[in-house]
Antibody
Framework: QVQLQESGPGLVKPSETLSLTCGVSGYSIRSGYFWGWIRQPPGKGLEWIGSFYHSGSTYYNPSLKSRVTISVDTSKNQFSLKLNSVTAADTAVYYC????????????WGQGTMVTVSS | QSVLTQPPSASGTPGQRVTISCSGSSSNIGSNTVNWYQQLPGTAPKLLLYSNNQRPSGVPDRFSGSKSGTSASLAISGLQSEDEADYYCAAWDDSFNGVVFGGGTKLTVL
């Protein structure tokens, strides 16, 4: 079955860059679907970060757009998130997910990874 | 503050029917379908309903959804203790080409 797994540092210093990778198994990123990142600060709701389609289209949350880059490595069947100039407000559980093209529904999610921004 | 508006909490007793509302605007719910997610404590969200009222495989038919204009709702009938979770609505927003979420509703089964 399709599985997604986030990986990356659990602690990032303020003003530095948060970098996460989402490994995909059981499905090729090149076969279709959007692929996205969503985050959830402790005790708060879900916030969409951005999504991309394998052909190159990428969409970002306007509130994060100036700091976010989502990229893909189809040879490794994985995609990545970079968020620069982080502050404590970026502390959250970060999820990667597969997103249906026609419904925009996130149908398969990774387990999530907690990232804390602290010196 | 979330783009989509949900009540922060809802509750019901086992066997009851509860509904959770989700209010948006013409650029999101008014133009696109609504998806609902269930997040059990300590776990990743799970897709509960897509395209307003479609259930993915494995989701019980106790869960149903509807949409009218710029609002949507999730209904849970025959409430069970395992339904105690946070529920989020979401939709694509044409104003900036991205996903917007509701703030989430914490459902308590009394």
């Amino acid at each position: 079955q399709v599985q997604l797994q986030e990986s990356g540092p659990g602690l990032v210093k303020p003003s530095e860059t948060l970098s996460l990778t989402c490994g995909v198994s059981g499905y090729s990123i090149r076969s279709g679907y959007f692929w996205g990142w969503i985050r959830q600060p402790p005790g708060k709701g879900l916030e969409w970060i951005g999504s991309f389609y394998h052909s190159g289209s990428t969409y970002y949350n306007p509130s994060l757009k100036s700091r976010v880059t989502i990229s893909v490595d189809t040879s490794k069947n994985q995609f990545s998130l970079k968020l620069n100039s982080v502050t404590a407000a970026d502390t959250a559980v970060y999820y990667c997910a597969r997103q249906a093209v026609t419904t925009y529904a996130f149908d398969i999610w990774g387990q999530g990874t907690m990232v804390t921004v602290s010196s | 503050q979330s783009v989509l508006t949900q009540p922060p909490s809802a509750s019901g007793t086992p066997g009851q029917r509860v509904t959770i509302s989700c209010s948006g605007s013409s650029s999101n719910i008014g133009s696109n379908t609504v998806n609902w997610y269930q997040q059990l404590p300590g776990t990743a969200p799970k897709l509960l309903l897509y395209s307003n009222n479609q259930r993915p495989s494995g989701v019980p038919d106790r869960f149903s959804g509807s949409k009218s204009g710029t609002s949507a709702s999730l209904a849970i009938s025959g409430l069970q203790s395992e339904d105690e979770a946070d529920y989020y609505c979401a939709a694509w927003d044409d104003s900036f080409n991205g996903v917007v979420f509701g703030g989430g509703t914490k459902l308590t089964v009394l």
